[in-house]
């Protein structure tokens, strides 16, 4: 079992840019391919980018790509999603989450953290 928290969640205008952490507990964080998923109202969830364990294979979905950038920093147990030129779309509850998958880091999503309100206003 893996306990991850979240960080860095705010308001922020249109194009604007932020960084999310999420901080992971123990000393197993590289056995956890780790990913970041949001919900906005309404919605169902998403994912939105997902990294590998040694921080090789990296997945955007299309509506992020060229904007956002996921990065694992295992020395510290934290995964990062840079979030640049924000648009209103992109408000959600964002989810930090690992997957005890060895073989596909986009499935076996077991662990999540509390989340972190992104707020963009226009």
């Known amino acids: 079992q893996v306990q991850l928290v979240e960080s860095g969640g705010g308001l922020v205008q249109s194009g604007g840019s932020l960084r999310l952490s999420c901080a992971a507990s123990?000393?197993?964080?590289?056995?956890?391919?780790m990913g970041w998923f949001r919900q906005a109202p309404g919605k169902e969830r998403e994912i939105v980018s997902a990294?590998?364990?040694?921080?090789?294979?990296?997945y955007y979905t299309d509506s992020v790509k060229g904007r956002f950038t996921i990065s694992r920093d295992n020395a510290q147990n934290t995964v990062y999603l840079r979030m640049n030129s924000l648009k209103p779309e992109d408000t959600a509850v964002y989810y930090c989450?690992?997957?005890?998958?060895?073989?596909?880091?986009?499935?076996?999503?077991?662990?999540w953290g509390q989340g972190t309100q992104v707020t963009v206003s226009s």
């Open positions: 989450a690992a997957s005890s998958n060895y073989d596909d880091y986009l499935t076996g999503y077991d662990y």
């Open positions: 123990g000393r197993t964080f590289t056995s956890y391919a």
């Open positions: 990294i590998s364990r040694r921080g090789v294979g990296r």
